[in-house]
């Protein structure tokens, strides 16, 4: 019976395991936006160390540079700041604008959930 298991285990790590999703959050921004400057003031600092930050870590772009070459958006970007919900290259959800951080929050949680992406682990921050 040990040998069995040992065999089984042994095979089991020859097999290609599914990669796992990449997720993160996309933030389109551009200089010279008051609204961007505001959401870096407020959630910029904290947001890798909440559980939203962790189950979609933040990536920027500069609007006037285009979207990133390996993104697949639902639609072009046009107001900044805009959050994109990435998931393995393809848009899955966002939000457009900065409605301020008490919004900003739930809106993001909302995004998330309807996305099946589960919360990162709990850590410091004022997310959820």
Same mark, same amino acid.
């Given at each position: 019976?040990?040998?069995?298991? +040992? ?6 790590? #020859?097999? @290609?395991? @599914? ?11 551009? +200089?010279?936006? %008051? #609204?961007?400057?505001?959401?870096? +003031? ?15 870590p ?5 609007? &006037? +540079?285009?979207a990133p $070459?390996?993104v697949?958006?639902?639609? &072009?970007?046009? *107001?900044?700041p805009t *959050? %994109?919900?990435? &998931?393995?290259? %393809? ?7 900065? @409605? $301020?951080?008490?919004? *900003? #929050? $739930? ?9 099946? %992406?589960? @919360? ?8 959820t």
């Amino acid at each position: 019976m040990t040998f069995l298991r +040992a065999a089984f285990l042994a095979i089991l790590t #020859w097999l @290609p395991l @599914p990669a796992a999703a990449q997720t993160y959050l996309l933030m389109a921004e551009e +200089a010279g936006c %008051v #609204w961007c400057a505001r959401w870096n +003031a407020e959630i910029a600092e904290i947001y890798p160390k909440t559980p939203e930050g962790r189950a979609a870590p933040l990536r920027r772009y500069d609007i &006037r +540079a285009g979207a990133p $070459g390996d993104v697949t958006l639902a639609r &072009r970007v046009s *107001f900044t700041p805009t *959050f %994109v919900l990435v &998931r393995d290259g %393809v848009e899955i959800d966002r939000i457009e604008g900065y @409605p $301020g951080q008490d919004f *900003f #929050w $739930g809106l993001l949680g909302m995004m998330l959930e309807r996305a099946g %992406v589960p @919360p990162g682990p709990e850590g410091e921050g004022g997310g959820t």
